[in-house]
């Protein structure tokens, strides 16, 4: 056996070699181990948003008609597996009084302590209201009618025909998602709401909240069986509706994340090893020709890589969980989380580093250490190089046209639904594997290209390097399939999210075309329990000076083939643009049809009905069911997709549908803010809410646009992940080529020419992978929103990004050449005595 | 232009070992004058590769001048003594030191690559010195594919290429037979007494000393020697044994 201390020495006199596998090998089991806990951890993340969105209350249970119903009449929904709890509510619009000033709003009584426990709120002064003729009210609503704890308010209701009077015990500030979703302006014990609804022993609603791991559909299903008309259970919509498309397409970048990090990991120790191992050839022949056998240098190189993969895989998993908790606090800072979600050590994570790391090690050395002892001894000491091997290009070729007949297999699979969605993933990873085969067929053009033109300016520098890029091919190629990975990962997951905030900024300028909304109090986010707005105060709107039109909105409740919908009625009659975002249909002649009775609905509610633009869909409002022509599918992000729209006028003749509840208002081109400053004005005196379109605006994009900023940290993350493979490889390559520089240092070739040399190899190193890893990127991009049409249901088009391809490109070459400017500088100071005698 | 390519002074070279002063060579002084083939020779240890580095400016000394063809080393920055190598001076190494991965015209060319200089132009240079070593017609050749005789040769070409003043040779004749050995030495002999080119070959063997214009002998880091080589055996036999100790 070799001793211990060969070993012992191959490691210790070559400290940069030995540092530099081991860091190697941590990378890769980092980048496993971070991929892997930031999945664990954004999944924990997710449900914890889930939750805060109102997933929580899973199911609730209404009258269709709105009405209040006698709670004694439920059956003891706690007999049902699933149910956790159940809480009563009661809801009434409201006005409240405080001196001079006047507020509506919805008064919601429940037992607080309960319905609270929930929400992300914060008591900005006094306590929740425990006895009866206490209330709190929203922390607005107290600003607007300067009202605090310890002021006597009243209230009152319609058809109530004296008012209440209550004493304030608190002020409620609701924090991120409830504050979005909370409409309740003020709060008060269950029975003196239900009083105020002249209802008492009634509820309005009664929250369901289901076991974490119930089925919402069984459990509703075997609810609903229990319960008599007009009683129905409803998966209440809420925000999180909203965000879905993006949590799906999240979840599969991270999938898809997690598995290529797997595959850049290998490839980065591999090539790592590969480069080590030649390096010592003539120090493994000379050992074989002093009498070791193959077995025992074999024996020898297993045990040094046994050991850097042990050191390595130990700093991988603590660099992994270390960046991992950056990711995690980087995202607690984006969701705005005010307890800080403590993400534990994933046990999963940390196996799978101890697993990968050793096993990666071994694997990576199997292969140059069994082309090591396959040499010739003699040869190898005679010869000044390794020896040259052909890259196997046609066989990589026949290697990635299997891998890509497997991967469209896979494709053709999921599409006939013989394997689940999932399999997608599976297939989207080898089609990039696919790639990686195929891309050392393109290394010699792409750098011949680079070549041509930056030759022009450094022929001397960009011949060599490129020479050497060349000469190197089976590392070339390694290095820039790290590179290609990322890179093409990094860009289909980038495109398809913006694709998708695309498609809701799309979304919001077609549909919203007002300047400023005024509204009678806040809606839920399935736009049920609105307060109608009273059609006087559109006349009074339209006196103030700036405001062009107005355009009433009603939302509905409405059931379509069992499925709980809104119906939106907007007057359709104005010259403008129609405000519906079309993804299937034509906008030509779409007025007519739409005054005449026709009906557009959400591609949510299209692709669960099963229905497209020339179909018909049964709609029941109140009672009345009437089967209309569907005139288009549209884009809308509304009451979670679930929304169908038609004219007011039309609606009206066909259905009990409600009274406006919102005014669109539109400016005129002259309008100035004074208009804004007065519409907030008279949203005051007639105690209504008042949002701008930038209000609105920001609101929606906090709930969905605000997700893109976890895209721009996988992004990162992937960079550096490529600007790490791109510091080993070329530091490797100042260790291996140490000699022959320091041969062109003697023979005249200066410092600053050296250090060119290696930025311009590190710049056709960044080329050839992010070149075909943006065409492979966007390919995976494709086949992200096809095969996941199914799963993100707004009907996503896929388009390019340019932007987002060019910026990324830029910033990957750049990094590219940063990433060599250590490793040129040191070939640069490498001494030409010291370097020309090294081996 | 001075006639002489080297003019050192007082030159000493000190090396750290392990925390040890280590002297090379120590108080040298001397001349070296253009078209001369000039031996160094002395046992392992003497200091005579260091001083053939020094003179290459590839190693400065600790202390004392050298002028290499009017150049004070010590006013020269790495930019300009690289430069100097690069037009100056050629290199000749024991063990070859060609490129493996680039072709016999390849690693002649390189030194007027680096230099700039037209492929249109360095290429009929290359050959120019590649037909004067023998080697014209293994152009495209690998080193791999020549033998150590004809590397070595290509070492030469490579290092006449750029029309130095000065051209170093380390041990040249060292990993080759005696055949090839005396081709090679030949070969220098020829290149010093051909032009104004100086060659400065360090070496054990006392053949090639015998060949050169001048010999100097290097024993214990100073000048035990410096004249004309002797010629007869007996001449010979002696300065082996001064040598061997």
Known sequence: MIPWSFSWNNLRLRPLRTLLTVLSIAGGVASVVAVLQAIAATRVQLDAMQEMLGERESLEIVANDKSAFPLNELPDLSQFTGVQKTIPIFRVFTKILLGNEEARGIALGANLEEYLSGKEFTLVSGQVPRTANEVCLEESVAEHLHAKAGDEIRIGARGLPWLLTKQVTGILKFEKMTAVEETASIFMPMADAARLGKAPGKATSLQVLLKPEADADEVSDVIQRTLQPPLVVNEPASAA??????EAIINIGLNVAALLSVVAAVFIVINTFQISVTERRKQTALIRIVGATTDQVGASMYREAFVLGSIGTVAGIIFGVLGSAAISRGMDGIYGFDRPLTIPIHPLAIVAGLIFGPIVTLIAVWYPTRLACEQRPLAVLKSASA?????????TMLWGSILLATSLALFACTARKIMPDVTSILGISLVQIA????????????????????????????????????DNFGRTSLTISVMFIVSGTSISVGNTTLAITHDVQSWLDRTLTANYLLRASKPRVDMSEAEPLSPELAAEVRAIPGVESIDPVAFSLASIDG???????????????????????????????????EAVVGSVLAHRLGVQSGGEIRLEIGGITHVLPLAGIVREYTAGGLMVIMDSTAAAELFPVQPAQIFGIKATA?????????????????????????DLKELVQSLILGLTDRLWMILILALVIAGFAIVNTLTMNVIEQTRYLGLLRVVGMTRAQVIRMFLFQAFVLGSLALLPGAIIGVVMAWLITVSYAGVIEHGVKFAINFPLLGLYLAAGVLLSVLSAVLPAIRAGRLKPLDAIHQE | MSNDVIQACNLSKVFQLEGTDVNAFTDISLSIARSQMVAIMGP?????????HVMGGIEPPTSGEIRIDGANVADLDDQALTLLR????????????????LSVIENVTLPLILDGVSARESEPRAILQLDRVGLSHRLRHLPSQLSGGEQQRVAIARALVIN?????????????DSVRGREITRLLCDVAHSGLQTVVVVTHDIRVASQADRLIVLLDGRIRYDGRPGTDAEWMAALKLEIDG
Not at chain 1, 445 to 455: N, V
Not at chain 1, 673 to 691: D, M, N, P, V, W
Not at chain 2, 44 to 52: D, M
Request: proline letters at 8%; zero cysteines.
């Open chain 1, 670 to 694: 002259s309008a100035t803010i004074a208009t804004g400053e007065q519409l907030q004005q008279f949203s005051r005196k007639h105690g209504l809410i008042y949002q701008s379109y930038n």
């Open chain 2, 164 to 176: 130095p003043s000065l051209i170093l040779a380390d041990e040249p004749t060292g990993n080759l």
């Open chain 2, 86 to 101: 690069r037009r100056k001076i050629g290199f000749v190494f024991q063990s070859f030191n060609l490129v493996p991965t």
């Open chain 1, 241 to 246: 509706d909203m965000t879905r498309p993006t």
């Open chain 1, 387 to 395: 020896p040259h091997r052909e890259f196997p290009v046609r066989r």
């Open chain 2, 44 to 52: 392992s240890g003497s200091g005579k590769s260091t001083l053939l």
């Open chain 1, 435 to 470: 790639g990686v085969v195929f891309l050392p067929g393109l290394i010699r053009p792409i750098a011949a290209a680079l070549y041509f033109f930056i030759g022009r300016a450094y022929p001397v520098e960009a011949q060599l390097g490129h020479r050497q890029l060349l």
């Open chain 1, 563 to 597: 499925i709980s919908a809104t119906l939106m009625s907007r007057d359709l009659t104005g010259p403008e643009p129609l405000p519906v975002d079309l993804v299937e249909g034509q906008y030509s002649g779409l007025r007519a049809k739409m005054m005449a009775g």
